[in-house]
């Protein structure tokens, strides 16, 4: 069984930067995985933020930003605000199937 | 705008069927891949499957977990995306969300169901 694995949780400072990994255990993530990122409040459907791997949709705030880093898939937020404080979810295509990680709780402080 | 409602979500007794709506508006629905996922209570998310577009064959794929239960259809006259879930369990309590596929981008807010006796 495929299992896709974020930080359980982060903490950020207002104004600073984090990155959000997502790995993957059948090896290193690719482009061929089409990572997808995904934020969502409590309460909230979920809110789509990057496709592909690093492509935005036009409500994507520029503070994000999607990479491969390290085998991984990443989401960096430079510039955190108070309002980015969520749960943030990767998903990653297995020809056919979709798995997400389990979700990395972001705290702004 | 882009709009897409879920309903016909509720309670109902573990075995029995539910049918799921979504309708979508504001975008080609005839042209697009819908998906559909679902997030148990206080837990995360997890992809049920899809449908591509009759013009890409309209084949449909499922997640292990509801694969041979769960069917997916569409009525592109009406610009619906249907989820049909056969013999549920209580493991499928969660709010069940359809999304525009192909990028996955625009989400409904979703429709809760429980399954319990």
């Known amino acids: 069984q495929t299992v896709v694995t974020q930080e359980p949780s982060l903490t950020v400072s207002p104004g600073g930067t984090v990155t959000l990994t997502c790995a993957s255990s059948?090896?290193?993530?690719?482009?061929?995985?089409?990572p997808n990122w995904f934020q969502q409040k409590p309460g909230q459907a979920p809110r789509a933020l990057i496709y592909s791997t690093s492509n935005k949709h036009s409500w994507t705030p520029a503070r994000f930003s999607g990479s491969l880093l390290g085998g991984k898939a990443a989401l960096t937020l430079s510039g955190v605000q108070p309002e980015d404080e969520a749960e943030y979810y990767c998903l990653l295509y297995y020809g056919g199937e979709w798995v997400f990680g389990g979700g990395t709780k972001l705290t702004v402080l | 705008e882009v709009q897409l409602v879920e309903s016909g979500g509720g309670l109902v007794q573990p075995g029995r069927s539910l049918r799921l709506t979504c309708t979508a508006s504001g975008f080609t629905f005839v042209d697009s891949t819908m998906s559909w996922f679902r997030q148990a209570p206080g837990k995360g998310l997890e992809w049920i499957g899809f449908i591509r577009s009759k013009a890409s064959g309209g084949t449909t794929g499922y997640a292990a977990s509801v694969k041979d239960r769960f069917i997916i259809s569409r009525d592109d006259s009406k610009s619906i995306a249907y989820l049909q879930m056969n013999s549920l369990e209580t493991e499928d309590t969660a709010v069940y969300y359809c999304?525009?596929?192909?990028?996955?981008?625009?989400w409904g807010q979703g429709t809760l169901v429980t399954v319990s006796s």
């Open positions: 059948t090896g290193a993530v690719t482009s061929g995985y089409y």
């Open positions: 999304v525009r596929d192909r990028p996955l981008d625009y």
